[in-house]
């Protein structure tokens, strides 16, 4: 059976309703069940096709899906058949928040845009997960993570940086999607909380990353006339790596002024010259310095820099391996790994990575197979 926190945790006490799927939606609703909430995920015959992509311990239960879904009520239901409809107009009642990620007309299709669970459920916040807002050219457009890691850059300063486009080696534009539709539902149900007021809400892979992106990279285009180009240029310089050491490598900010002149002191005196002598003035020519740190960095092994860096309180960190992140001391010493009991097996989770002092939120069980809460939430809704 699985470990089940006892402490309540922020959410505790709100209803979602979750007709995502992948990553982007599941994300969002994964860290809403950490955090309390009574999550309902409602999938198809078929189920979410993460159960299927992924190492795991029995079919259907792959590791991508056992993470986004942990802590989660599986109800499977056919939204082609009537009464199964029905089921989901009775469990929409009971919901503070229906969130789906089907495009827009589809949703429709089946009976469930807003305006239906609105009728339902006068008070309910429903957030749409989209690739594309539905207010341009692209809406309806399907989208993912590759795609919009595509439409939105980040192939773009991969070749600035590396010589030629690529992804990054994670599903960013899923997860940065994922945290965006998390804080937009968390706003919506603080306003309801202050107003009665229910509203509709989207949240789209897309503009999300768009705005993710021109954090730093919009930089010049910021102004009229543009003072320079969409990018931000010390991100994108291609000395901007992991310096290699006598024995491997090591990634280090040699960065700011006390940084830069504690590390000038203690290990290249020649470089206390006016034209290092301030931030602004490095940056102008962050190329030239990265370079000096990479020929300064093979003089010593990666150990022997770790020490001396960490002496002078300039950020430095060896790299490692994801493997690694599950022997790693600091995150063993703050109890980040939870470990859940399943009848499929011994989980390892990552945790929570945020801290409650009076509300805690906690991995509240492991993910739950296809359909497994089926005649559990038919009880709790009258039905047979």
Excluded at 151 to 174: K, R, S, W, Y
Excluded at 331 to 344: H, K, Q, R, T
Excluded at 357 to 378: C, D, M, Q
Aim: charged share 25%.
């Amino acid at each position: 059976m699985s470990q089940i926190s006892e402490k309540p945790g922020p959410l505790a006490g709100i209803r979602i309703v979750d007709l995502t799927s992948v990553v982007f939606g599941p994300y969002a609703t994964q860290i809403m069940a950490d955090m309390g909430a009574d999550v309902i995920k409602i999938e198809g015959p078929e189920g979410d096709n993460t159960r299927w992509i992924s190492a795991g311990p029995e079919a259907g239960m792959g590791g991508i899906h056992v993470n986004v879904n942990r802590g989660k009520r599986s109800l499977m239901l056919n939204l082609r058949d009537e009464a199964d409809k029905e089921v989901l107009r009775r469990l929409v009642a009971t919901a503070d928040v229906f969130i789906h990620s089907m495009r827009g007309k589809a949703i429709a299709r089946l009976g469930f845009d807003y305006a239906a669970v609105k009728a339902i459920r006068p008070d309910v916040v429903y957030v749409n997960c989209y690739g594309y807002s539905r207010r341009g050219p692209q809406a309806d457009e399907p989208a993912y993570d590759d795609t919009i890691q595509a439409e939105c850059g980040i192939t773009h300063v991969q070749n600035l940086l590396n010589g030629e486009p690529g992804f990054v080696g994670t599903i960013m534009a899923d997860k940065v999607a994922g945290l965006h539709a998390l804080y937009a539902t968390m706003m919506a149900l603080f306003h309801r909380e202050r107003t009665g007021e229910g509203q509709e809400v989207e949240v789209t892979m897309f503009e999300a990353m768009a705005s993710f992106m021109l954090v730093e990279h919009a930089n010049g285009k910021l102004f009229n006339p543009p003072l320079g180009p969409a990018h931000y240029h010390r991100a994108v310089e291609r000395n901007r790596r992991p310096y290699k050491t006598k024995d491997g490598h090591i990634a280090a900010m040699v960065y700011n002024d006390r940084h830069w002149n504690a590390f000038v002191e203690r290990v290249k005196p020649e470089w206390n010259a006016p034209e290092f002598a301030t931030l602004e003035l490095r940056a102008k020519q962050i190329g030239r310095v990265y370079g000096l740190l990479g020929e300064t960095f093979l003089t010593r092994t990666t150990q022997e820099w770790l020490d001396l860096l960490r002496e002078l309180s300039i950020p430095a960190s060896p790299l490692r391996t994801t493997d690694e992140l599950f022997d790693n001391p600091h995150l063993d010493a703050v109890g980040f790994f939870e470990p859940i009991e399943s009848d499929y097996g011994t989980l390892t989770y990552p945790g929570v990575p945020t801290w409650f002092g009076a509300s805690p939120g906690k991995v509240r069980g492991p993910a739950p197979r296809l359909g497994e809460h089926n005649a559990e939430l038919k009880a709790e809704l009258g039905l047979d």
